[in-house]
């Protein structure tokens, strides 16, 4: 049979390199890998290879009787189109691993990223910038410039509907209008939206349209030119900035099966960075929310013996890391997970992981119903010594997992974006007030990252509005992108040009404003935009139209549809169903009485204003030393007043 000599050379190498680490008894195997390398070489320090691939692959002949780890040293940043694949016979053999690591003194990056370069001034009056997209991107979802996520451009949809051809969807008869009419998107309405959100034919929105570009912190990839386009935040140098477009989505993939998993890998000191979801992704969120969850920058299945030791996961259009499903075995420790998108670790059908003295933050911000980790029908899961700050609500949520299987302790939990009292505890970050909670001293290295400089804040998401007399109620989500320092207050402006300012933690407080003054009749939407200490960010996008009016058959809300209590020392945990109308305004608060004793308690917040029948009000009180046989009251308020009481009996 007949060989290219290139491939003999190559093969023989490998070969004879397995032969000397075998005969080297007592020696640690080791490989060495850099960009300057080349995968000719046999991988020694003074001749290193140049793929982390190939690195895997000369493994292969060394692991099937270990005596010792394996130790592939990387160095070096390595752009990732397709994702580095192991599978069960990459693993580690005889209890011992095979370790990926950072070489002495440096700090190895697998990019799935383009550094984008050559800007020029598009246009002055709407500070637009344009340059060359890099070769080698073909598509992408995901800037970031200076570490900070730039947004597609966004806008309202004010065009009539047609259904196309097969009546699968609405779609503008005005889309082949648009510059790449092909790239231009029309989502439906976010799954928190309300208010004017819910009002009319969906999609409301068009996003990632040419047409859209001039509001700050936006970009449009116009592909067929192969331009990338921009406009600057405040403070932000187009020629001294880093920015980065995104293409790949997984960087590393490992999956074995029930019967031969992947075992024994560790990979430590690593930074994975830049990835963003495929094309397919915006195909399913055009039609509706997409069904399961989309692919992690890392991810294992069926295997064990993971672990992610002082590793980075940064920069991310995607989620994380995924553990599972079939994962038993695995362990995250020191590891920064910092702007991520989505989920930062999920761990799914999966068993004995343990994650600690990691940080957790400006994660899941694309979502609002998600978190920084997720627990799907998993055991035996510790996450302990672990801190979560800049999340939208939740830092830990179980799926099909409950605590009891699982051990949560002495995590240090900042308030989420979207706060309020009386989280379940299994929520709430008000738990972790122990001195010594969160990252221990050893670790404290994982709080020194910075994510991005100091700049404004993202846009409020999901502004909605409701009309009332002579006034408009108006609420937003508040950005988890804070530009490095706290949001301080918002403004929002009307259409007709009125705008108020209210401090952020009063907007905490309700979960609304009440903007007052307009007058009835007339069609008015608003805009909501965050300043913290450097300034104030971008207006979000506007809300449908509104019409303030004075309601003749305005009236208090019924009683709650459905309402429980359950009482345990001292803490009262209350779960309300929302009336089934709102009696013509929408409801602000809820009171909750014990009777005979009258102790009453007005929940008020996002989450009250959110509330429908599928997430209900949960809040637990303190102070709630209920008997059996007592009474609890509790009734909606809306701008007509308080309702009737739904009335509940505490069973002895």
Not at 247 to 270: D, H, S, Y
Not at 600 to 606: A, C, K, N, P, S
Not at 621 to 635: D, F, K, R
Request: one cysteine or more; hydrophobic letters at 40%.
């Amino acid at each position: 049979m007949f060989f290219p000599m290139a491939l003999a050379q190559s093969a023989f190498t490998a070969r004879l390199f397995a032969l000397v680490l075998a005969s080297a008894t007592g020696v640690r195997a080791s490989l060495w890998v850099s960009p300057k390398g080349d995968d000719r070489n046999p991988g020694s320090e003074e001749q290193p290879l140049r793929t982390i691939e190939r690195a895997r692959d000369l493994v292969r002949t060394l692991n099937h009787d270990m005596s010792d780890d394996i130790t592939v040293f990387i160095g070096g940043t390595y752009q990732v189109a397709r994702p580095i694949e192991f599978g069960p016979e990459d693993s580690g053999t005889n209890g011992f691993s095979i370790v990926y690591t950072a070489a002495p003194g440096e700090h190895p990056v697998l990019t799935g990223g383009f550094r984008v370069g050559g800007w020029t001034l598009a246009d002055r009056s709407r500070s637009l910038w344009w340059a060359p997209a890099p070769e080698g991107l073909a598509d992408s979802r995901d800037l970031f410039v200076n570490g900070v996520p730039a947004s597609r451009t966004r806008g309202r949809l004010l065009q009539a509907f047609a259904r196309d051809t097969a009546g699968a969807s609405d779609i503008p008869e005005s889309k082949p209008h648009w510059k790449n009419p092909d790239d231009v998107l029309f989502p439906p309405a976010e799954a928190a939206a309300i208010w004017s959100e819910r009002l009319g034919t969906p999609p409301f929105f068009v996003v990632n349209a040419f047409e859209l570009l001039g509001t700050p912190g936006e970009w449009y990839f116009d592909r067929p030119a192969g331009r990338i386009y921009y406009t600057p935040r405040y403070g932000e140098d187009m020629a001294a900035a880093d920015v980065e477009a995104a293409q790949a989505g997984t960087l590393i993939e490992g999956n074995g099966t029930q019967v031969r998993p992947v075992t024994g890998l560790i990979f430590k000191g690593i930074r994975f960075e830049y990835t963003s979801l495929p094309r397919s992704f915006d195909v399913d969120y055009t039609r509706s929310r997409p069904a399961g969850a989309p692919a992690a920058a890392v991810r294992f299945t069926f295997a064990g013996g993971i672990q992610f030791l002082e590793d980075e996961f940064v920069h991310l259009g995607t989620p994380a890391l995924d553990l599972g499903p079939g994962l038993e075995g695995g362990t995250v420790e020191a590891c920064v997970f910092g702007d991520i998108s989505w989920t930062a670790l999920r761990i799914a059908d999966a068993s004995q992981v343990r994650v600690d003295n990691s940080r957790f933050s400006y994660v899941d911000f694309a979502q609002d119903d998600g978190a920084a980790i997720e627990l799907d029908h998993s055991q035996a899961v510790v996450i302990e010594h672990d801190q979560f700050d800049h999340y939208p609500r939740f830092a830990i949520l179980p799926q099909g997992s409950q605590f009891g299987a699982n051990h949560k302790a002495m995590n240090l939990m900042m308030p989420p974006a979207i706060d309020f009292d009386g989280r379940p505890p299994e929520q709430d970050p008000r738990d972790s007030a122990a001195p010594d909670a969160g990252v221990l001293a050893a670790y404290r290295s994982v709080l020194a990252e910075r994510f991005c400089s100091p700049t404004v804040p993202h846009a409020p998401g999901n502004v909605s509005a409701a009309p009332g007399d002579r006034l408009a109620y108006v609420t937003w989500d508040p950005p988890c992108l804070d530009g490095s320092s706290a949001v301080e207050s918002y403004t929002v402006a009307s259409s007709g040009g009125a705008t108020i300012t209210v401090t952020a933690a009063a907007f905490r407080k309700t979960g609304y404003v009440i903007f007052s003054g307009l007058e009835n009749g007339h069609a008015m939407n608003f805009t909501v935009a965050a300043t913290n200490a450097t300034g104030a960010g971008p207006h979000s996008i506007p809300t449908a139209n509104v019409i303030p009016q004075r309601k003749k058959k305005h009236k208090p809300p019924p009683p709650p549809k459905a309402a429980s209590v359950e009482t345990s020392g001292g803490l009262a945990r209350i779960e309300i169903i929302p009336p089934v109308s709102d009696g013509g305004s929408p409801v602000l608060a809820y009171s909750v009485a014990s009777l005979p004793s009258v102790k009453w308690v007005l929940l008020e917040g996002w989450d009250v204003i959110h509330s429908n029948a599928a997430d209900p009000v949960v809040r637990t009180i303190g102070g709630y030393s209920l008997g059996p046989g007592s009474t609890i009251a509790i009734s909606a308020t809306n701008a007509a007043g308080e309702g009737k009481a739904a009335t509940l009996k505490l069973q002895r």
